[in-house]
T-cell receptor, first 114, second 112 residues
Framework: DAGVIQSPRHEVTEMGQEVTLRCKPI?????LFWYRQTMMRGLELLIY????????DSGMPEDRFSAKMPNASFSTLKIQPSEPRDSAVYFC????????????FGPGTRLLVL | DAKTTQPPSMDCAEGRAANLPCNHS???????VYWYRQIHSQGPQYIIH???NNETNEMASLIITEDRKSSTLILPHATLRDTAVYYC?????????????FGKGTKLSVKP
Protein backbone atom coordinates (compact mmCIF):
# COMPACT_ATOMS: atom_id res chain seq x y z
CA ASP A 1 0.00 0.00 0.00
CA ALA A 2 1.19 3.52 -0.75
CA GLY A 3 0.38 4.78 2.72
CA VAL A 4 -1.70 7.83 3.52
CA ILE A 5 -1.69 10.24 0.59
CA GLN A 6 -2.15 13.97 1.00
CA SER A 7 -2.44 16.71 -1.57
CA PRO A 8 -1.25 19.26 -2.21
CA ARG A 9 2.08 18.94 -0.43
CA HIS A 10 2.53 22.68 -0.38
CA GLU A 11 -0.05 25.45 -0.68
CA VAL A 12 0.50 29.19 -0.74
CA THR A 13 -2.58 31.38 -0.79
CA GLU A 14 -3.72 34.84 0.08
CA MET A 15 -5.81 35.78 3.05
CA GLY A 16 -9.50 35.38 2.35
CA GLN A 17 -9.13 32.61 -0.19
CA GLU A 18 -10.65 29.18 0.19
CA VAL A 19 -8.22 26.33 0.81
CA THR A 20 -9.02 22.64 0.35
CA LEU A 21 -6.71 19.94 1.64
CA ARG A 22 -7.19 16.36 0.53
CA CYS A 23 -6.46 12.99 2.06
CA LYS A 24 -6.65 9.39 0.91
CA PRO A 25 -6.37 6.99 3.85
CA ILE A 26 -4.87 3.53 3.72
CA UNK A 27 -7.35 1.13 2.21
CA UNK A 28 -9.34 -0.77 4.81
CA UNK A 29 -8.73 1.67 7.63
CA UNK A 30 -11.80 2.57 9.66
CA UNK A 31 -10.55 5.78 11.26
CA LEU A 32 -9.31 9.02 9.72
CA PHE A 33 -7.80 11.93 11.61
CA TRP A 34 -6.87 15.50 10.74
CA TYR A 35 -4.10 17.21 12.74
CA ARG A 36 -2.48 20.62 12.60
CA GLN A 37 1.10 21.34 13.63
CA THR A 38 2.63 24.72 14.43
CA MET A 39 5.73 25.71 16.34
CA MET A 40 3.68 27.45 18.99
CA ARG A 41 1.03 24.82 19.62
CA GLY A 42 2.67 21.60 18.51
CA LEU A 43 0.55 18.82 17.03
CA GLU A 44 -3.20 19.19 17.61
CA LEU A 45 -6.07 16.91 16.68
CA LEU A 46 -8.72 18.81 14.72
CA ILE A 47 -11.32 16.15 13.91
CA TYR A 48 -11.64 12.43 13.39
CA UNK A 49 -13.99 10.13 11.52
CA UNK A 50 -15.06 6.54 12.07
CA UNK A 51 -16.48 4.78 9.02
CA UNK A 52 -16.89 8.16 7.27
CA UNK A 53 -18.86 9.67 10.16
CA UNK A 54 -17.38 12.61 12.11
CA UNK A 55 -16.99 11.54 15.73
CA UNK A 56 -15.23 14.43 17.44
CA ASP A 57 -14.71 17.86 15.92
CA SER A 58 -13.99 19.67 19.16
CA GLY A 59 -10.50 20.50 17.96
CA MET A 60 -11.70 22.44 14.93
CA PRO A 61 -10.63 25.99 15.73
CA GLU A 62 -13.66 27.84 14.37
CA ASP A 63 -16.44 27.78 11.82
CA ARG A 64 -14.07 28.68 9.02
CA PHE A 65 -12.85 25.09 9.19
CA SER A 66 -14.90 22.19 7.88
CA ALA A 67 -14.12 18.56 7.10
CA LYS A 68 -15.92 15.92 5.11
CA MET A 69 -15.48 12.28 4.32
CA PRO A 70 -17.83 11.39 1.45
CA ASN A 71 -16.49 7.84 1.18
CA ALA A 72 -13.99 5.49 2.75
CA SER A 73 -11.16 6.54 0.48
CA PHE A 74 -11.33 10.31 0.54
CA SER A 75 -11.54 13.21 2.97
CA THR A 76 -11.21 16.96 2.68
CA LEU A 77 -10.39 19.72 5.13
CA LYS A 78 -11.57 23.11 3.97
CA ILE A 79 -10.71 26.55 5.30
CA GLN A 80 -12.92 29.40 4.14
CA PRO A 81 -11.90 32.17 4.39
CA SER A 82 -8.27 31.51 5.18
CA GLU A 83 -6.24 33.73 7.52
CA PRO A 84 -2.47 34.08 8.08
CA ARG A 85 -2.79 32.37 11.49
CA ASP A 86 -3.96 29.23 9.68
CA SER A 87 -0.44 28.77 8.32
CA ALA A 88 0.72 25.38 9.54
CA VAL A 89 1.42 21.82 8.48
CA TYR A 90 -1.76 19.79 8.25
CA PHE A 91 -1.49 16.03 8.66
CA CYS A 92 -3.97 13.34 7.86
CA UNK A 93 -3.70 9.96 9.58
CA UNK A 94 -5.62 6.72 9.44
CA UNK A 95 -5.93 3.68 11.67
CA UNK A 96 -6.89 0.11 10.88
CA UNK A 97 -7.95 -1.01 14.30
CA UNK A 98 -11.04 -0.78 16.43
CA UNK A 99 -8.66 0.84 18.90
CA UNK A 100 -7.28 3.73 17.00
CA UNK A 101 -4.10 4.65 18.80
CA UNK A 102 -1.81 3.09 16.20
CA UNK A 103 -2.13 5.76 13.58
CA UNK A 104 -0.38 6.05 10.23
CA PHE A 105 0.36 9.59 9.18
CA GLY A 106 0.61 11.13 5.74
CA PRO A 107 3.43 13.44 4.66
CA GLY A 108 1.44 16.56 5.47
CA THR A 109 0.38 19.68 3.60
CA ARG A 110 2.43 22.77 4.34
CA LEU A 111 0.05 25.74 4.15
CA LEU A 112 1.15 29.34 4.00
CA VAL A 113 -1.49 32.06 4.06
CA LEU A 114 -0.16 35.47 3.12
CA ASP B 1 -4.80 10.20 30.26
CA ALA B 2 -1.64 10.35 32.34
CA LYS B 3 0.88 13.15 31.82
CA THR B 4 4.32 12.16 30.59
CA THR B 5 7.65 13.89 31.11
CA GLN B 6 10.60 13.59 28.74
CA PRO B 7 13.97 15.33 28.52
CA PRO B 8 13.88 18.01 25.82
CA SER B 9 16.95 16.75 24.00
CA MET B 10 19.54 13.98 23.87
CA ASP B 11 22.58 13.12 21.82
CA CYS B 12 23.72 9.69 20.76
CA ALA B 13 26.72 8.45 18.79
CA GLU B 14 25.99 6.61 15.58
CA GLY B 15 26.02 2.85 16.09
CA ARG B 16 25.45 3.09 19.82
CA ALA B 17 22.23 2.37 21.65
CA ALA B 18 19.92 5.31 22.21
CA ASN B 19 18.00 5.11 25.47
CA LEU B 20 15.13 7.57 25.70
CA PRO B 21 13.47 7.88 29.11
CA CYS B 22 9.88 8.80 29.90
CA ASN B 23 8.25 9.40 33.26
CA HIS B 24 4.56 8.66 33.70
CA SER B 25 4.18 8.50 37.46
CA UNK B 26 0.39 9.01 37.39
CA UNK B 27 -0.29 6.26 34.88
CA UNK B 28 -3.31 4.12 35.71
CA UNK B 29 -3.57 0.37 35.43
CA UNK B 30 -5.35 0.35 32.09
CA UNK B 31 -3.19 2.94 30.36
CA UNK B 32 -0.68 1.88 27.75
CA VAL B 33 2.59 3.61 26.90
CA TYR B 34 2.91 4.54 23.23
CA TRP B 35 5.95 5.87 21.40
CA TYR B 36 5.91 7.84 18.17
CA ARG B 37 8.64 9.76 16.43
CA GLN B 38 8.70 12.58 13.93
CA ILE B 39 11.58 12.97 11.55
CA HIS B 40 12.02 16.51 10.28
CA SER B 41 9.39 17.53 7.69
CA GLN B 42 7.60 14.18 7.91
CA GLY B 43 4.46 12.97 9.64
CA PRO B 44 4.72 11.20 13.00
CA GLN B 45 5.53 7.51 12.84
CA TYR B 46 4.30 4.85 15.26
CA ILE B 47 7.15 2.95 16.91
CA ILE B 48 5.90 0.66 19.67
CA HIS B 49 3.53 0.39 22.62
CA UNK B 50 3.21 -1.66 25.78
CA UNK B 51 1.29 -2.13 29.00
CA UNK B 52 3.58 -3.72 31.56
CA ASN B 53 5.72 -6.28 29.84
CA ASN B 54 8.79 -5.35 27.85
CA GLU B 55 8.14 -5.21 24.14
CA THR B 56 10.38 -5.49 21.09
CA ASN B 57 9.79 -5.04 17.40
CA GLU B 58 11.90 -4.40 14.34
CA MET B 59 12.31 -0.75 15.24
CA ALA B 60 12.91 -0.63 18.97
CA SER B 61 12.52 -2.11 22.42
CA LEU B 62 10.34 -0.75 25.19
CA ILE B 63 11.28 -1.34 28.80
CA ILE B 64 8.60 -0.52 31.38
CA THR B 65 9.51 -0.48 35.07
CA GLU B 66 7.71 -2.86 37.36
CA ASP B 67 5.78 -0.05 39.05
CA ARG B 68 4.98 1.32 35.56
CA LYS B 69 5.94 4.85 36.58
CA SER B 70 8.57 5.15 33.90
CA SER B 71 9.73 3.56 30.68
CA THR B 72 12.67 3.61 28.29
CA LEU B 73 12.63 3.36 24.53
CA ILE B 74 15.76 1.71 23.21
CA LEU B 75 17.06 2.04 19.68
CA PRO B 76 19.76 -0.65 19.75
CA HIS B 77 22.02 0.67 17.01
CA ALA B 78 21.17 4.28 16.28
CA THR B 79 21.76 5.62 12.79
CA LEU B 80 21.75 9.16 11.47
CA ARG B 81 18.25 8.52 10.13
CA ASP B 82 17.01 8.04 13.69
CA THR B 83 17.50 11.75 14.35
CA ALA B 84 13.97 12.87 15.20
CA VAL B 85 11.65 14.06 17.95
CA TYR B 86 10.41 11.12 20.02
CA TYR B 87 7.06 11.30 21.77
CA CYS B 88 5.98 9.20 24.74
CA UNK B 89 2.20 9.06 25.23
CA UNK B 90 0.22 7.32 27.96
CA UNK B 91 -3.42 6.60 27.21
CA UNK B 92 -6.25 4.16 27.55
CA UNK B 93 -6.21 1.48 24.90
CA UNK B 94 -9.49 1.81 23.09
CA UNK B 95 -10.68 4.64 25.28
CA UNK B 96 -8.69 7.49 23.88
CA UNK B 97 -11.42 8.46 21.46
CA UNK B 98 -8.69 9.32 19.00
CA UNK B 99 -7.03 11.77 21.31
CA UNK B 100 -3.32 11.16 20.87
CA UNK B 101 -1.83 14.08 22.77
CA PHE B 102 1.65 14.86 21.53
CA GLY B 103 3.71 16.81 24.04
CA LYS B 104 7.07 18.39 23.28
CA GLY B 105 8.92 15.07 23.14
CA THR B 106 12.66 14.46 23.14
CA LYS B 107 14.74 15.70 20.25
CA LEU B 108 17.29 12.95 19.61
CA SER B 109 20.37 13.92 17.63
CA VAL B 110 22.44 11.02 16.35
CA LYS B 111 25.95 12.18 15.59
CA PRO B 112 28.59 10.49 13.40
Amino acid sequence: DAGVIQSPRHEVTEMGQEVTLRCKPISGHDYLFWYRQTMMRGLELLIYFNNNVPIDDSGMPEDRFSAKMPNASFSTLKIQPSEPRDSAVYFCASSPFVYQETQYFGPGTRLLVL
Amino acid sequence: DAKTTQPPSMDCAEGRAANLPCNHSTISGNEYVYWYRQIHSQGPQYIIHGLKNNETNEMASLIITEDRKSSTLILPHATLRDTAVYYCIALNYGGSQGNLIFGKGTKLSVKP
